[in-house]
């Protein structure tokens, strides 16, 4: 099954193709942050069963778009606004997220803003092979057949 971290890795590479100059903090974000930079975090997780075989994966990862802020702390609004419209363009291309083997495109792509920071929250969906269940019982190691002849007294 995909991973997270590898549809992370697919978010990332396109940030750092777009921005070079700024920062992707993935695991953590520090108290004292570099500004302009972008924070990765992944959001809730749907999995539907279509078959036997097959689940639907509908993933989110929220990227955290921090600007440079002002004396007053705020930030210009067209320019956090051309942030999110040009990640909304690039996740929205066919095979845009490399992750893994695969090549995924954004089923979603959700954009909110608060005061400084604006989230442009990615869903991608895709399909994915049903984890096989562990096996709770030992195999059979051995299997002995045999008879054992009767016995009967002779008179």
């Known amino acids: 099954m995909l991973k997270i971290k590898e549809i992370m890795d697919g978010i990332n590479a396109i940030l750092v193709r777009l921005y070079p100059d700024r920062t992707v903090y993935i695991d953590v974000l520090p108290e004292q942050f570099e500004r302009p930079s972008f924070f990765l975090r992944p959001e809730g997780r749907k999995i539907t069963s279509r ?34 419209e040009t990640l909304t363009a690039a996740f929205l291309q066919r095979g845009a997220l490399h992750c893994g083997d695969r090549k995924l495109t954004a089923a979603r792509v959700d954009v909110s803003r608060s005061l400084d920071i604006a989230d442009v929250t990615i869903t991608v969906t895709y399909e994915d092979t ?21 016995q009967t007294k002779e008179g």
Do not use: K, N, W
Request: hydrophobic share 40%.
């Open 130 to 150: 049903r984890p096989a269940a562990p096996v709770t019982q030992p195999l059979i190691a051995d299997v002995a057949f045999g008879t054992q002849p009767s």
């Open 51 to 84: 078959t036997a075989a097959v689940v639907e994966v509908e993933q989110m990862i929220t990227v955290q778009c921090a600007d440079e802020v002002g004396d007053r702390y705020e930030t210009q609004t067209a320019r956090l606004y051309d942030v999110t």
